[in-house]
């Protein structure tokens, strides 16, 4: 999904590990009060305004970071933590505003075109590599999964995003059922016979919420949501070739759910490859819904999808698959090529 994301792409050195593991206690001043945020050296300003979004409700891209002699750096969220002279129990100013029109908050945002694959020696160097494995561990530790019907046991996993894969986000409409993707509700009503389904979007929960509930995802006769994820849940990755970016690491819900879900039975639909680097195998780029209006009567791409996601449901272990090919996906070739 074509998500704001809060990270931009930014080439820079990678730190050395001594100042990547140095822990920072924050204090923000915002709105007559402070606020107490704790990051690390390898996390980037991206993550810092994540963490203060936590405490203060304004989104990252309406926030505006002020310390002296800093300057113009704190504006760049590519920028790691340990690349500034940042100390413990220092004091930032924060300039932003709460968003309340949720709507109004999605169209005037910058979209993300520019997606990219990263190359599959870099993607398990990225995965296996220990600073990561420590950002994901602390995001399990720091991110809390409202559960909003049960898991269920022996169903596997399909992992949604939201904008440019169930929602046309840019387009507008009087009404937001214009902007659904078509068959969507046929979709998650097939999926859920074999998948538990978890919602997550690059955007804060108030926007998630509102949209899934708009669009009658909440609260359908026929299917149940599992859960809800945000942009909160993702952790800021460095890769040689392409710099910082943000991503959405699956290796926390199966770090919450060890007893339902894992590699072997999840997979994740998003239109941003990029999203997939913590669980490359895990990860099938969907084509991007956009331009609802033009395409709305062509789009069949979640028909499509959902014979192949019933078709691999009869696998024991999909981990082994290679979702690029999809569209060419033959159920009998595949045992074949198991059993051989």
Known sequence: MAEAS??????????????????????????????????????????????????????????????????SKLADESVLICHLPLKSSLKMTMIGTVEDDIIVDQVDSSEIVDDFEIGQDEAVDIKDKDINKQKLR?????????????????KKLLVLDIDYTLFDHRSTAENPLELMRPYLHEFLTAAYAEYDIIIWSATSMRWVELKMGQLGVLDHPNYKITALLDHLAMITVHSDARG???????????????????????IMFDDLRRNFVM???????????????????????????TQYLLAISKLDDISGLNHKYWESYKEDNSKRRRQA
């Open 279 to 305: 669980n490359p195998k895990n990860g099938l780029t969907i084509r991007p819904f956009r331009k609802a209006h033009a395409n709305r009567e062509s789009d069949r791409e979640l028909v499509k999808l």
């Open 244 to 266: 910082i970016f943000d991503c959405k690491p699956l290796g926390l819900i199966w770090a919450k759910f060890p007893e339902y879900y894992s590699a072997k039975n999840t």
């Open 138 to 154: 602390r995001r399990i530790d720091q991110y809390n999964i409202d559960v909003r019907n049960p898991c269920r046991e022996g």
């Open 6 to 71: 809060s990270s931009s792409v930014t080439s820079l050195p990678s730190p050395s590990p001594s100042l990547t593991e140095e822990e920072l206690t924050l204090t923000v001043k915002w709105s007559g009060k402070e606020y107490t945020v704790r990051v690390c050296g390898d996390d980037s300003i991206g993550e810092l305004k994540r963490r203060i979004c936590e405490v203060t409700n304004v989104l990252p891209k309406r926030q505006k970071l002020l310390y002296p002699k800093i300057g």
